[in-house]
């Protein structure tokens, strides 16, 4: 199985410059997942590479922090916004990230996940 991850263009700029190390989200992945393909969300709106997920740094979001700020590609009050409230943060691991030379469309009937979807291939 594999999965279609949304990120918003800024971010994925991060993710490409090897500034953003970790992705974070409020929930993983519930199936096993052996590829990871990025979707820029609007206004690119196609999917412009992938990863292969090597692990999950989970925990409360101060420590998720404290593991993850030097490579998080965000400051620390959007990741405060991002998790108020919440007592569990997630940070998929990204590496060997590999970006596209041609970006893809999502295929025919396929919408863009808010957060992420599994898919067998694109």
């Given at each position: 199985?594999?999965?279609?991850?949304?990120?918003?263009?800024?971010?994925?700029?991060?993710?490409?410059?090897?500034?953003?190390?970790?992705?974070?989200?409020?929930?993983?992945?519930?199936?096993?997942?052996?590829?990871?393909?990025?979707?820029?969300?609007?206004?690119?709106?196609?999917?412009?590479?992938?990863?292969?997920?090597?692990?999950?740094?989970?925990?409360?979001?101060?420590?998720?922090?404290?593991?993850?700020?030097?490579?998080?590609?965000?400051?620390?009050?959007?990741?405060?916004?991002?998790?108020?409230?919440?007592?569990?943060?997630?940070?998929?691991?990204?590496?060997?990230?590999?970006?596209?030379?041609?970006?893809?469309?999502?295929p025919e009937g396929m919408h863009?996940?808010?957060?992420?979807?599994?898919?067998?291939?694109?």
């Amino acid at each position: 199985m594999n999965a279609i991850l949304s990120i918003k263009p800024q971010f994925i700029e991060e993710i490409v410059a090897g500034k953003k190390k970790f992705e974070y989200r409020k929930s993983v992945f519930k199936q096993p997942v052996e590829k990871v393909y990025v979707y820029a969300s609007a206004p690119i709106s196609k999917v412009i590479g992938e990863f292969q997920p090597v692990d999950v740094v989970t925990g409360a979001p101060g420590d998720v922090w404290k593991e993850t700020k030097q490579f998080s590609g965000i400051t620390k009050n959007l990741f405060d916004e991002y998790y108020k409230g919440r007592k569990t943060a997630y940070a998929f691991v990204i590496q060997n990230f590999v970006k596209y030379d041609c970006p893809v469309n999502l295929p025919e009937g396929m919408h863009a996940p808010q957060s992420y979807c599994y898919v067998e291939s694109l």
